[in-house]
């Protein structure tokens, strides 16, 4: 965890990580992320808590994203997203990383 959220800030995101809590408490705090939900596309948590707290909380558009690299055997395609109301409230970028980028 600590290399994506060293990743992040070196971006100038500001991050923040939580630890030690059940699996009720990590999905919450997902839902009620208010500037910004970032996960990845294989995250049911993160699925659901993208859908979820922008139907009840709004704020920023999740991104749940993809990585691929040169060794992956299988490579991560986008998701074309064709309603209206689910596009505003959820983005599937790709990734293309070397294998060097990996953590």
């Not at 920023?60 to 395609?77: D, K, M, Q």
Request: glycine share 8%.
């Amino acid at each position: 965890i600590q290399s994506y959220k060293e990743a992040f800030e070196h971006r100038s995101f500001i991050v923040r990580t939580i630890g030690g809590q059940s699996s009720i408490q990590d999905f919450c705090f997902l839902a009620h992320a208010r500037a910004g939900l970032w996960g990845t596309v294989h995250s049911s948590y993160a699925n659901w808590a993208s859908l979820l707290r922008n139907g009840t909380l709004g704020g920023n558009a999740a991104t749940l994203y993809g990585v691929n690299y040169p060794s992956r055997e299988v490579n991560v395609t986008g998701r074309v997203v064709t309603n209206e109301e689910l596009a505003r409230m959820v983005r599937y970028p790709v990734l293309d990383v070397s294998d060097e980028d990996v953590w």
